[in-house]
């Protein structure tokens, strides 16, 4: 119940097109949703992150969207590029329970081609 | 300053060593984490530090030995570790009452290395 499905494992897209990257979660205690990027060699970095009362949040190329019934939501990459070639994690956390753990998905490696 | 530093970058032990990895935040976070990722594995947590105390240990094994000096510093002391530990150690932190959630921000890592 605790682990948190993540599709595919990897991607590749070319320039300019949309990525997407799915997760899928069995604990409804679950209440912040997080996406993280990596890069080969460096610690992840915070992308964007959800709550369970919203259906959709954007940040610029990026786009949250949550699907509190199903359980599942899924990171949208707007006209990807060739530096947003990295890994990408989700993760989901009980924010509420105060224990302060990622339950992280298995990770994405996504390609943009040129 | 908004970043979360790391010391080393690299690290080259031998198995009878002892060496301390450093982690260090001026966010005024009260969390603070340490995890291990293996290549192409998403980072599994080891330990949490909740306002300087140990608040979760996910059964690491004693050769690893964290600790939170103060709110803006945390160590990982490592002693007789094995080949298999090999592998890239993030620190993070996070305010545990932020009003958006539980943002953990990370820091570079440190690459080590078990001969």
């Known amino acids: 119940q605790q682990q948190v499905k993540q599709s595919p494992q990897s991607l590749i897209v070319q320039k300019g097109g949309i990525s997407i990257i799915n997760c899928a979660y069995e604990n409804t205690a679950f209440d912040y949703f997080p996406w993280y990027q990596q890069f080969p060699g460096k610690g992840p970095a915070l992308l964007i992150a959800?709550?369970?009362?919203?259906s959709e949040k954007k940040e610029g190329r990026f786009t949250i969207s949550f699907n509190k019934s199903a359980k599942q939501f899924s990171l949208h990459i707007m006209d990807s590029q060739p530096g947003d070639s990295a890994t990408y994690f989700c993760a989901a956390s009980e924010v509420g329970s105060g224990t302060y753990k990622y339950i992280f998905g298995t990770g994405t490696r996504l390609k943009v081609l040129a | 300053d908004t970043e979360v530093t790391q010391t080393p970058k690299h690290l080259v032990m031998g198995m009878t060593n002892k060496k301390s990895l450093k982690c260090e935040q001026h966010m005024g976070h009260r969390a603070m984490y340490w995890y291990k990722q293996k290549a192409k594995k998403p980072p599994e947590l080891m330990f949490v530090?909740?306002?300087?105390?140990?608040?979760i240990n996910e059964s690491v094994p004693s050769r690893f030995s964290p600790e939170c000096p103060n709110s803006s510093l945390l160590n990982l002391h490592l002693h007789a570790l094995q080949p298999e530990d090999s592998a890239l150690y993030l620190c993070?932190?996070?305010?545990?009452?932020?009003?958006?959630?539980?943002?953990?921000?990370f820091g570079p890592g440190t690459r080590l290395t078990v001969l």
């Open positions: 993070a932190s996070s305010h545990p009452l932020s009003g958006i959630g539980n943002e953990q921000f």
């Open positions: 530090y909740s306002y300087e105390k140990l608040s």
């Open positions: 959800i709550r369970p009362d919203v």
